[in-house]
């Protein structure tokens, strides 16, 4: 067990760094930098720009400034925003929370639903159920997330059913704890209907397939012979059997669901990664962006090593594979 | 056989809707850039075949709109003013794929411009914008998905067929794209390329930097496909007869992978555009006043306009055809490349 996860655990880290590095090197192809639009100014004379971009390393070389960087990792920094004139680390973590509870409340509801639908879809398959879910699915998933996005909002602003932006009432500071949640609800229902929407038919649609594999099997066949209730058959024998491509799917899934949250978090303005990211980008505030890219690296390795330990714990044979010998 | 008919219908599908695009020019009643300063935020003029007097009239026409009398963002039909809707008409020079000089339109009328989508904030015809919108949106996809699959096919070829620490080296890297959310890396991309550029240059600078996000995933998948080919036996007997390398790669193992690009293309591209989309949307695209799918919707991150003009959001919708036509596509290709798929399914069914 501890073999196999130190493992999954060391292959994640690695990639980890791997990206950190490859982001440092794209660095250096950048055109520009922070203090670019500064020397359109006449009023900064080039000295400053000189002694300014000494001051935050720029001028040194990037095997350095790398060695510098990891350096303020390793101290909880993360290098230093120049827009914002304070270490990145502290910046990112509010708005990675944001991301965060956007992201996992999406990840958890979009399975939440896919599994019931896509194990009935297949259980009834080429029937009426599987036919409508089939058709609703398809109908999902050529509609655009932007459009999906943009269309839920349109329908918040036109009905007044659903604040249209931000994560919290003005007068949130004020409310008691429970209608603090209450509200957090409110403001979040909008993004993840979005996420869930865009997420639902690939899930549904691979749940399915897994499921209808699996439901043909003999030993299916010898257990509902023993009369084995549907509901017990399913749950207990069909989806421990069809976990494993719907695991590997999870940890796709999260990566899917990430990407989402970064666009409709811009559009309906709430405050995560996405609107950060973004105006770093705009801004040329380096740090930023490679922090920004650096934590969804980690969410998704994070997200793939939970898989991972699902695995373990749900596919002997994984954990026959991994036994010392 | 079926089979086989249905990747040709959705490829006609799709050779119908593109062809529309690629004839922007002619399809388009208006230049997509020409303005109407007196008209902005028209609302859609609706065509009709009925008029007031209840008379059929076999040429469709549309009424002229007004702003209703002491408000300033209502309006009204017109009826004392039809507009009657010609077509072959001759109207704006345009080129057609560059090339041919034209100044034949689909429709129009004849003297009063007709806005069937409406217009926007300066008078712009919201139709004839989708419609050029379409080919660089299109195109920045099709372009972009070429340069990866040409890029996963060469990468995939090296990787699998020469093996060692290239294979390594190469495959670490794939991994590296791969282990970051598709979006976050073509932020990231996007991020250290330069951020003010005319339209042509953004243009170019899209293809690339899609080129650049999508080129793992197809390839593993061929890598996956030279390994196994390679230890083939016509392979071998061709390596016996002194082929060369380059040979066995053109000749005997990279047409393998051909049916699987195919399909690869078929998904990626309209992920593509609308990466595109996502990009123009957000201001890091094609910029104004050239028309993208992305950068026409990006006018709905006003609340105002959000609010009060419905037909800005239309530009959404135009992809969705597309994304029906290359979604059947890629199941249809899927289905041809895995044919025992269905049967193995039957079979499963009776064990």
Redesign the interface.
């Known amino acids: 067990m501890m073999r196999y996860l130190l493992r999954r655990l060391a292959h994640a880290l690695l990639l980890i760094f791997g990206v950190s590095l490859l982001a440092f090197l794209f660095t250096t192809l950048a055109p520009g930098n922070y203090f670019d639009e500064m020397r359109l100014n006449p009023q900064i004379a080039p000295e400053t720009l000189v002694a300014l971009r000494a001051q935050y390393q720029l001028d040194r070389p990037l095997p350095l400034r790398y060695a510098s960087w990891l350096n303020s990792v390793l101290h909880g920094q993360m290098g230093f925003s120049f827009a914002y004139n304070s270490p990145v680390a502290p910046l990112l973590l509010v708005r990675a929370k944001n991301t965060l509870l956007l992201t996992i409340t999406a990840t958890f509801l979009a399975w939440f639903i896919a599994l019931p639908l896509g194990i009935w879809s297949a259980e009834r398959l080429g029937r009426f159920p599987d036919r409508l879910i089939s058709s609703a699915t398809s109908v999902l998933l050529v509609i655009p997330d932007l459009a999906l996005a943009l269309g839920l909002l349109v329908l918040a602003v036109r009905t007044g059913w659903f604040p249209t932006g931000g994560m919290a009432s003005v007068d949130f500071a004020a409310l008691s704890p429970l209608h603090k949640i209450r509200d957090l609800a409110f403001h979040m229902t909008l993004p993840v209907a979005a996420l869930v929407l865009s997420a639902l038919p690939l899930l549904v649609r691979h749940v399915r397939a897994a499921v209808a594999e699996v439901l043909h099997a003999p030993f299916l066949l010898a257990a509902d012979g023993q009369g084995i209730p549907r509901g017990t058959l399913l749950l207990r024998y069909v989806l421990p059997a069809a976990a494993n491509p719907l695991l590997s799917l999870f940890g796709f899934s999260i990566g899917a669901l990430l990407s989402g949250s970064l666009l409709i978090e811009v559009v309906m303005s709430w405050p995560g990664l996405g609107p950060f990211l973004l105006e770093a980008i705009l801004a040329r505030d380096i740090y930023i962006v490679i922090g920004g890219v650096l934590c969804s690296t980690i969410f998704l390795a994070a997200g793939n090593f939970l898989a991972d330990i699902l695995l373990y714990w749900i596919d002997p044979r994984i954990r026959t594979e991994s036994a010392p010998r | 056989m079926i089979r086989r008919r249905n990747v040709r219908l959705w490829l006609l599908i799709l050779a119908i809707l593109h062809g529309i695009i690629l004839c922007a020019g002619f399809s388009a009643p208006y230049d997509p850039i020409q303005q109407d300063r007196k008209n902005p935020y028209l609302p859609p003029m609706r065509p009709h075949f009925v008029d007031v007097g209840r008379r059929l009239h076999l040429r469709p026409f549309v009424y002229a709109v007004q702003l209703r009398p002491g408000t300033f963002d209502q309006y009204v039909e017109d009826t004392t003013q039809p507009r009657p809707l010609k077509f072959f008409l001759p109207g704006d020079r345009y080129r057609l794929f560059g090339l041919f000089q034209s100044r034949f339109h689909l429709f129009g009328a004849d003297s009063d411009r007709v806005y069937l989508l409406g217009t926007d904030a300066f008078g712009r015809d919201q139709l004839s914008r989708i419609i050029f919108g379409g080919q660089i949106s299109l195109l920045a996809g099709f372009l972009g998905s070429c340069l990866t699959l040409l890029i996963g096919w060469c990468v995939g070829a090296v990787s699998g067929y020469f093996g060692g620490w290239r294979d390594d080296v190469l495959m670490?890297l794939a991994?590296?794209f791969l282990?970051?959310?598709?979006?976050?890396?073509l932020?990231?991309?996007?991020?250290?390329?330069?951020?003010t550029v005319n339209p042509l240059h953004a243009f170019f600078l899209i293809v690339a930097v899609l080129a650049g996000v999508g080129w793992a995933r197809p390839a593993r998948l061929v890598r996956g496909i030279v390994l196994s080919a390679k230890e083939r036996d016509f392979v071998r007997a061709a390596r016996g007869f002194g082929a060369s390398n380059f040979y066995l790669l053109r000749r005997h193992i990279l047409p393998e992978a051909s049916s699987v690009l195919l399909t690869q293309a078929a998904i990626l591209i309209p992920q593509y555009v609308?990466a595109e989309?996502?990009l123009s949307?957000?201001?890091?695209g094609v910029p104004e006043p050239v028309p993208s799918w992305?950068n026409l919707?990006s006018n709905?991150?006003q609340?105002s306009v959000?609010?009060s003009y419905?037909w800005m959001?239309l530009p959404?919708?135009a992809?969705?055809p597309f994304?029906?036509g290359y979604?059947g596509l890629a199941s249809a290709l899927q289905e041809r490349s895995d044919p025992y798929m269905i049967e193995r399914?039957s079979l499963?069914?009776l064990?």
């Open positions: 670490r991994e590296l282990a970051l959310p598709w979006l976050y890396l932020f990231a991309l996007r991020a250290f390329l330069p951020l609308l989309m996502t949307f957000l201001g890091l992305g919707l709905l991150q609340y959000l609010v419905w959001y959404a919708l992809m969705v994304f029906l979604l399914r499963g069914s064990a």
